[in-house]
């Protein structure tokens, strides 16, 4: 075990210590898991369904504190976080009706019924990242739990608060003990013994792409079960013909929430070419207008990175030579501070490339269309992206095109927890969210009764 200091990104003061536990404590926690489901998988639908309405009620309850946790822990806006445990109690809300709706199916078949169970996996492990910990958390455990599994999460080395203090609320709420067990660790410790457990079922990874195909590696070594949420570079696509003043307005906003720190971020803004000029003169000054700052300020839009060596790598895409076309502001003084900034670089440059994970959109042209389809496709990634205009058809066309999970029309919303959540290409395997959520977390049984023959008689009846 290792204890670790926990870094304030917006102060760079210690919020605390943690323990980094070891391969042992996953041995522990899947022997704790298992018995803790199967007392789980025992109860009526009815009674797990309400004991995640608790469970709800409880994160509600908690609200506040998990919200100032985040706060300190991983430099969140404050109203971003209250957003965000609202955003978990709402996941549970949402699947807390799913014990009683997981119905399978009864299926025509000769010489007897036929019908199908969803039977929950056993243990499943989640492996989080450190950008949105609770929610990410949630949506792998809202609706494992609800499909009757016992879940482990490992959060990030550099977040695990909120997670550590899920756990307990849960406990608090009446959950079976272990039902909702978290590990703190490192990645390549206890990380690798999830991936590795043959008591575990199913993991559910977030993270880098990187990370994910080493995931899918070692998930291959027993079959396990994977879903896989990995990076992006998304594009927001504005034509000419969409309402500018809005696309503009709300550019930064989909690339520079949680400081950029998000998967979905709109990090590449394709503008056609006959209104780039007029739209980089509204992005100037929305730009300017995000406000920076002390992430307990109630007002403050964008707070710090999550740590400084998070800081190192998105800098290192803004040498001293890089095609800054303007930057936002930045507090000064200790904090992990990155301003907005809006790059207007070549298309293979390594920032409209890669995924940097921080407040810097690339800003290119497109001429027509088939233009615009073509440079947002140019990525690995696929998993979200914006399209602006009024041209209703050129809407659907467009979205229909683009080869992504999660696009939004004169919007940049990407997260519903009532609607599937997922990427194409590198930037995923399975869907997240929506109302099928819990089918990922079951395995499909089937069972067939042979009856007797039926007589003419009472096939008659049958048909009548
Ligand atoms: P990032 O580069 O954004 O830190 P990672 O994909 O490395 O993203 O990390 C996401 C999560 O995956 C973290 O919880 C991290 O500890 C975990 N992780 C990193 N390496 C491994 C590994 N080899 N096996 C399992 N989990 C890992």
Same mark, same amino acid.
């Given at each position: ?34 018995? *803790? ?6 109860? %009526?639908?009815?009674? $797990? ?17 998990? @919200? ?9 806006? =404050? ?5 965000? @445990? ?14 009683? $709706? ?7 078949? +000769? ?26 958390? !949630? ?53 690798? @013994?999830? /991936? ?11 993270? !880098? ?64 070419? %006959? ?10 000054? +929305?730009? +300017? ?6 992430? =307990? ?9 999550? !740590? ?47 995924? =940097? ?20 496709? +140019? ?19 467009? %979205?229909? *095109?683009?080869? @992504?999970?999660? /696009? ?7 997260? $519903? ?48």
């Amino acid at each position: 075990m290792t204890v670790v200091d926990l870094i304030n990104p917006a102060t760079e003061e210690v919020v605390t210590t943690v323990d980094l536990l070891d391969e042992s404590a996953v041995d522990e926690a899947v022997a704790t898991a298992h018995r *803790a489901q199967r007392i789980w998988a025992a109860l %009526s639908p009815a009674a $797990r369904a309400a004991g995640l309405r608790d469970l709800a009620a409880a994160v509600d309850g908690n609200r506040d504190e998990l @919200a100032a946790l985040e706060v300190a822990n991983s430099g969140h806006p =404050i109203g971003q976080a209250r957003w965000e @445990a609202e955003h978990v109690r709402d996941v549970l809300t949402f699947y807390s009706a799913s014990p009683e $709706r997981l119905s399978g199916k009864q299926i025509p078949v +000769a010489g007897g019924i036929d019908m199908t169970f969803c039977d929950p996996i056993g243990v499943v492990g989640i492996i989080t990242p450190w950008n949105f910990p609770m929610t990410i958390a !949630s949506w792998g455990f809202a609706p494992a739990l609800a499909a009757g599994n016992a879940v482990i999460v490992k959060p990030a080395e550099w977040t695990p608060l909120t997670t550590i203090r899920l756990a307990e609320i849960a406990e608090e709420a009446g959950l079976p003990p272990g039902l909702l067990q978290v590990v703190p660790g490192r990645g390549d410790v206890v990380g690798e @013994a999830m /991936l590795g457990h043959p008591g575990i079922g199913k993991i559910v990874f977030t993270g !880098s792409t990187r990370t994910g195909r080493h995931v899918m590696t070692r998930a291959a070594e027993s079959v396990k079960r994977i879903t896989l949420e990995l990076g992006g570079k998304s594009a927001n696509i504005v034509f000419a013909d969409s309402d500018l003043e809005q696309a503009a307005a709300t550019a930064p906003y989909g690339v520079f929430d949680n400081a950029g720190q998000d998967c979905c971020a709109r990090s590449r803004i394709l503008v056609q070419r %006959s209104v780039y000029d007029r739209f980089m003169e509204l992005l100037e000054p +929305a730009v +300017a207008g995000v406000r920076v700052g002390d992430p =307990i300020d109630d007002a403050t839009e964008m707070g710090p990175l999550v !740590s400084r060596a998070h800081w190192q790598k998105v800098a290192s895409y803004v040498p001293d030579d890089a095609p800054v076309a303007f930057r936002g502001t930045a507090p000064e003084g200790p904090g992990f501070w990155f301003p907005p900034t809006v790059l207007t670089p070549q298309p293979n440059d390594r920032a409209v490339v890669e995924e =940097i994970f921080g407040p810097v959109v690339t800003v290119l042209p497109f001429d027509d269309e088939a233009d615009a389809i073509a440079i947002a496709n +140019a990525t690995e990634y696929g998993l979200a992206g914006s399209i602006w205009t009024d041209d209703l058809s050129r809407a659907l066309r467009v %979205s229909r *095109a683009v080869a @992504a999970g999660n /696009l939004s029309v004169n919007s940049h919303s990407s997260v $519903r927890y009532s609607t599937p959540f997922g990427g194409f290409k590198q930037s995923g395997l399975g869907r997240e969210l929506g109302p099928d959520a819990p089918l990922g977390f079951t395995e499909t049984k089937n069972v067939f009764i042979a009856v007797g023959a039926a007589t003419p008689a009472q096939s008659q009846r049958g048909t009548s």
